[in-house]
């Protein structure tokens, strides 16, 4: 172990790190459980990341991953390393609440297939991370548990709709997190805690698991320290799954080994769109220095338009909503849920264990989407939607016949503090340069990129093509290797 690695605590190192201390037996995966362990305890109370956690069967499973290593049967570069889980994604014996008065109590009965991929590769899961009820929001403050703090500032928001994922992630609280994007719930957050986030393309990872927000929308996606970590992580989760219908049968190649193989020089495209009236100025010149980057490294930088990127928030938020109005019908106070103790009779039941257990950003969400879904509504609103989707993901395929991948801000700006935007436009619009990405099902991956005057984390959003995540970590790679933004850490 080289000493500058020596130097870095056991819970801020990477997974590709500790694989290979794992691997050359200068730590063991109950150590490392016992770091992680420790972090949490020592700085939990001002990041409120988690929703619950067992160190003990952390610590058990930690405690079998060494038994493996000692019997020549690890798993992989994943075998001992915890992972934390945002708290819409199933875990056998494990709280499933969606950050939700609603699930409360609810355990989960069976694991998620990403769930069952990271046991299989031998990963400790540890603790259920905090985010928006029902992933919605852009700022874990919907929570209906408590509100998650920034670890770069614990009075700022880590983002949303998975917020606990990315702040456990910059606090040292985990080695690696998955979270879920509907609309940049993955990459918003990770920009404003300083973290890498990849939204794979739609269908790249199963939703089997997955508690529904916005079925065509959704998907899983990792958080990780590095671009390398990332690529272990997706390669673990990625692949066909026969209970998702949305799964896609593409072929996963192996993603750590890719980015040594793909090096560039790319055609990026600037999104002209994406650079107007309220981005934040410090944000927009962290920006415009990588675009310079990846131009002094020899990439071709070409403007593109995607002209019906104005339309994307409207057709989102009819979209999502409607969605979302259908897969919260479940939640009925009969099969399983929040069921109201002063119920008269079943439909006062129905009425007053919604009303008991959702909160005020689920209630408008759910309000419009039946809204736009009613009789008389359906075709001037949601189905004009959807062909406006089909006009958003076409200009994307579009700028693919000129350019390699996209290049824009993930945030207009960077993290603000608890309680500033009770406005839900105000919140709405930190989504503007995520959403169309999720309504026209590309990979998207924010990293790193610059602090602002105020030492906030700042991201840039890299869009690829459908099915070529493999390119799209290569492109991010190449301007990771060349900044130190990944070695910083927050105070707390």
């Given at each position: 172990m080289s000493a500058a690695m020596s130097a870095v605590p056991l819970h801020y190192r990477t997974i590709a790190e500790l694989a290979?201390?794992?691997a050359a037996r200068e730590v063991s995966a109950v150590e490392l459980a016992q770091a992680v362990i420790a972090r949490a305890a020592a700085v939990e109370p001002r990041v409120r990341a988690f929703n619950s956690a067992d160190p003990a069967d952390a610590l058990a499973q930690a405690a079998a991953s060494d038994a493996r290593r000692a019997a020549g049967q690890a798993r992989g570069p994943l075998d001992g390393i915890p992972i934390g889980f945002k708290d819409v994604i199933a875990v056998?014996?494990?709280?499933?609440?969606?950050s939700s008065k609603m699930l409360a109590n609810f355990v989960s009965p069976y694991d998620a297939t990403v769930t069952a991929r990271l046991k299989a590769a031998g990963a400790v899961l540890y603790g259920r991370l905090n985010c928006d009820e029902f992933a919605m929001g852009s700022s874990t403050e919907n929570s209906a548990f408590h509100p998650t703090g920034n670890p770069w500032d614990v009075t700022r928001v880590p983002g949303g709709s998975s917020g606990g994922s990315a702040a456990a992630l910059a606090a040292g609280e985990a080695?690696?997190?998955l979270g879920s994007d509907t609309g940049g719930s993955i990459r918003q957050p990770a920009a404003l805690c300083g973290v890498v986030g990849l939204k794979p393309t739609y269908g790249l990872v199963s939703r089997y698991g997955l508690i529904a927000y916005a079925s065509s929308l959704d998907q899983i996606g990792p958080f990780t320290r590095t671009v390398e970590d990332n690529a272990i992580v997706l390669g673990a989760i990625a692949g066909h799954d026969e209970r998702d219908s949305t799964s896609y049968r593409a072929e996963i190649p192996d993603y750590r080994r890719e980015l040594a193989a793909r090096r560039g020089p790319w055609k990026l495209g600037i999104p002209k769109e994406y650079f107007g009236a309220g981005?934040?100025?410090?944000?927009?010149?962290a920006v415009e220095q990588a675009i310079a980057f990846y131009k002094a490294q020899g990439c071709e930088i070409r403007e593109v338009s995607l002209p019906h990127t104005q339309y994307c928030l409207d057709t989102y938020y009819i979209i999502a909503t409607?969605?979302?109005s259908s897969n919260l019908a479940r939640y009925d106070g009969i099969r399983y849920g929040h069921r109201s103790a002063d119920a008269k009779d079943i439909v006062d039941l129905y009425f007053k264990s919604r009303a008991e257990g959702f909160?005020?950003?689920?209630k408008r969400r759910i309000i419009l989407g039946t809204y736009v879904l009613s009789s008389g509504y359906y075709d001037a609103y949601y189905l004009r939607a959807q062909k406006v989707r089909t006009l958003i993901r076409q200009d994307f395929l579009n700028a693919y016949?000129?350019?390699d991948a996209l290049i824009t801000p993930t945030s207009p700006i960077p993290a603000f503090k608890l309680g500033e935007k009770s406005d839900p436009l105000a919140m709405y619009l930190c989504d503007i340069y995520t959403i169309g990405v999720n309504l026209a099902g590309l990979p998207a991956l924010s990293l790193p990129c610059g602090f602002t005057k105020s030492s906030l984390p700042i991201g840039v959003q890299l869009i690829g093509q459908p099915f070529k995540e493999a390119d799209l970590l290569a492109i991010a790679q190449a301007y990771e290797r060349g900044?130190?933004?990944?070695l910083r850490t927050p105070v707390l």
């Open positions: 290979a201390a794992l056998k014996d494990q709280p499933l609440t969606a080695i690696a997190t981005l934040d100025p410090e944000i927009g010149a409607a969605e979302a909160g005020a950003e689920v016949k000129e350019v900044h130190d933004w990944k």
